[in-house]
């Protein structure tokens, strides 16, 4: 009896870790993209605005 609740527990607190790892690195994973994203709007904006632009 006093194994198989280890072995519960054991397997409730190893998902409970690799939830956890998994809530940081997708955490992470979004920061990285919404700078990517914003990057490329601000750049495709600047070209959107260089190509209408009458220098000439």
Do not use: H, P, R
Request: charged share 10%.
């Amino acid at each position: 009896m006093a194994d198989q609740l280890l072995t519960l527990l054991l397997i409730i607190l190893a998902i409970g870790f690799i939830w956890s790892i998994l809530k940081i690195i997708f955490k992470l994973t979004m920061k990285v993209f919404s700078c990517g994203l914003f990057l490329i709007l601000i750049i495709g904006l600047l070209i959107f605005l260089s190509s209408n632009m009458e220098i000439f």
